[in-house]
T-cell receptor
């Protein structure tokens, strides 16, 4: 596609459930980022992939959060045992090799944990 | 750690007028990038303008320009000839000039454009 896509657009789940959020980056973009945006805040970095490997996961809040990118393209953010505090918009961004300071964002997934 | 501060939660401007959004940041690095992103209700972050710290000349993109004061660690955005479509959240962001550096965002300024 022309831009970064994220699915689902909205996800409502119950406390304690497991969720997966998907990001499909722009074709050819080797760098992929996940950010979390809580209500009234700016996005906060979670994790960055270069190719298939997580090059920086320093922003993951705890071990309930995990992300993969097995083929170096699509990435999935996985959240186990969801808590109400996980409710936020999860944004994905990608960038072209050598132009890492130009991140293109997707529309985000709004996660609501009841 | 780097921090980005936006002290104006909301701003309002009349159509065709000029508005300036403020941003300050803190870093110990000498080379970095600064950005302004626009986030409309659709949630998608759109890059408005980018400034490289080693460049003294202020960046401009059509109606958007910045006032970059490196010593003061200030990075304001000026929007000229404001249009209704400019209404959105605006985020100031910082990244270090390393390979695939993460963005650090401020808390945002909501811009309203009135007729």
């Amino acid at each position: 596609g022309a831009g970064v896509s994220q699915t689902p657009s909205n996800k409502v789940t119950e406390k304690g459930k497991y969720v997966e959020l998907r990001c499909d980056p722009i074709s050819g973009h080797t760098a992929l980022y996940w950010y979390r945006q809580s209500l009234g805040q700016g996005p906060e970095f979670l994790i960055y992939f270069q190719g298939t490997g997580a090059a920086d996961d320093s922003g993951l809040p705890n071990d309930r959060f995990f992300a993969v990118r097995p083929e170096g393209s699509v990435s999935t953010l996985k959240i186990q045992r969801t808590e109400r505090g996980d409710s936020a918009v999860y944004l994905c961004a990608s960038s072209f090799p050598g132009r890492y300071n130009e991140q293109f964002f997707g529309p985000g997934t709004r996660l609501t944990v009841l | 750690a780097q921090t980005v501060t936006q002290s104006q939660p909301e701003m309002s401007v009349q159509e065709a007028e000029t508005v300036t959004l403020s941003c300050t940041y803190d870093t110990s690095e000498s080379d970095y990038y600064l950005f302004w992103y626009k986030q409309p209700p659709s949630r998608q972050m759109i890059l408005v303008i980018r400034q490289e710290a080693y460049k003294q000349q202020n960046a401009t993109e059509n109606r958007f320009s910045v006032n970059f004061q490196k010593a003061a660690k200030s990075f304001s955005l000026k929007i000229s000839d404001s249009q209704l479509g400019d209404a959105a959240m605006y985020f100031c962001a910082y990244s270090y000039t390393g390979t695939a550096s993460k963005l650090t965002f401020g808390t945002g300024t909501r811009l309203q454009v009135t007729l």
